[in-house]
Nanobody
Framework: QVQLVQSGGGLVQAGGSLRLSCAAS????????MGWYRQAPGKQRELVAT???????NYASSVKGRFTISRDNAKNTVYLQMNSLKPEDTAVYYC???????????WGQGTQVTVSS
């Protein structure tokens, strides 16, 4: 069974950087939009950033200018470069592969990002 495997989370001081990666463990067809979401304790999961197969990106206003999403279609991998991190960025981050034609989506297992003040 194909899974999305995340890596790159951890603990960082405010102002620091982290890079998250999310790779499929096998082949996934008809991937359309790849994205990153996050969920802080006691809060709902929220969109962080998305990127289409054509490379168009979309960011939450809270991360715009600090985070950069990118993807490698050949490797079925999506990345999130996070700079100028703030304590309010602390959350569990999840990647998602959305597919075309009503096919099911894939979610990563989640990775903890903690930003200390």
């Amino acid at each position: 069974q194909v899974q999305l495997v995340q890596s790159g989370g951890g603990l960082v001081q405010a102002g620091g950087s982290l890079r998250l990666s999310c790779a499929a463990s096998g082949s996934i067809v008809n991937i359309n939009v790849m994205g990153w979401y996050r969920q802080a304790p006691g809060k709902q999961r929220e969109l962080v950033a998305t990127i289409t197969s054509g490379g168009s990106t979309n960011y939450a206003s809270s991360v715009k200018g600090r985070f950069t999403i990118s993807r490698d279609n050949a490797k079925n991998t999506v990345y999130l470069q996070m700079n100028s991190l703030k304590p309010e960025d602390t959350a569990v981050y999840y990647c998602k592969f959305g597919r075309r034609y009503g096919l099911g989506d894939y979610w990563g297992q989640g990775t903890q990002v903690t930003v200390s003040s």
